[in-house]
């Protein structure tokens, strides 16, 4: 449920968006790979981080080069310098197994970058499985073999509390109708607002913070 879209030019629109970034650590992520090394997009979702990007996702669509499973990735080993894969690994039922498919991909000593849901609405694209942990995944990092370069909170708790409390009052209130769609409308301009107070918490405390909307982890594989 994350993402890298440019915020809406209006600022009244950016009230509507689910949510904002403390941090954009996939910018930083990108902004270090060289122009010839290979990068992987898993679940891009549309997305072409940079022009000669490999580009997977499970359906066919627009800027999908691959379509296939991240548990069985269907593209040949030691291949990329670079995988990235941000919101997926929630809706994805083994992750251990899709870590594995990473390392395969990876040549050794390659990098993958991942952002996934810590405090997220429940999202099924198809179906969601996962939330996790900064311990959480340092564990399945270490245990598949990655060592950390750097991770951290990118979406911080007052965007978790803003989402959760959209979410839900958008599901109560759903259904056409003036009236429901103004409830919907106050609620987003009520609770949307409360994301930017993420901009107050300093770095060192927000990965103290006992929960966050959204956590990232940028590992290298072995080699």
């Not at 839900?168 to 769609?181: D, I, P, T």
């Not at 607002?193 to 405390?205: E, N, S, T, V, W």
Request: proline residues 9%; glycine residues 10%.
């Amino acid at each position: 449920m994350t993402d890298d879209r440019e915020a809406h030019p209006n600022p009244f629109m950016r009230l509507f968006e689910p949510t904002w970034r403390v941090e954009k650590p996939l910018v930083e992520t990108l902004e270090g790979v060289p122009p010839e090394h290979r990068i992987c997009d898993i679940g891009a979702g549309g997305r072409r981080v940079r022009e000669d990007a490999v580009c997977l996702d499970v359906a066919p669509g627009p800027n999908v080069d691959v379509v296939g499973d991240a548990h069985a990735i269907p593209l040949d080993d030691d291949q990329f310098d670079l995988v990235i894969c941000t919101g997926t690994l929630n809706l994805c039922r083994d992750p251990y197994r899709v870590l594995d498919e990473f390392k395969r991909i990876l040549k050794p000593g390659g990098l993958v970058h991942l952002e996934v849901g810590m405090f997220q609405p429940y999202n099924p694209e198809p179906e969601d499985y996962w939330r996790f942990t900064h311990a959480g995944l340092r564990l399945m990092f270490r245990r598949t073999g990655f060592a950390e370069v750097r991770s951290g909170t990118h979406i911080g708790p007052m965007t978790a509390i803003a989402t959760s409390a959209m979410y839900l009052s958008g599901r109560l209130l759903e259904g056409e109708g003036a009236v429901r769609r103004a409830a919907r409308g106050a609620s987003h301009a009520m609770f949307g607002p409360m994301k930017y107070l993420d901009a107050l918490i300093p770095k060192d405390k927000l990965e103290r913070t006992p929960f966050g909307y959204g956590i990232y982890f940028v590992g290298r594989a072995p080699g």
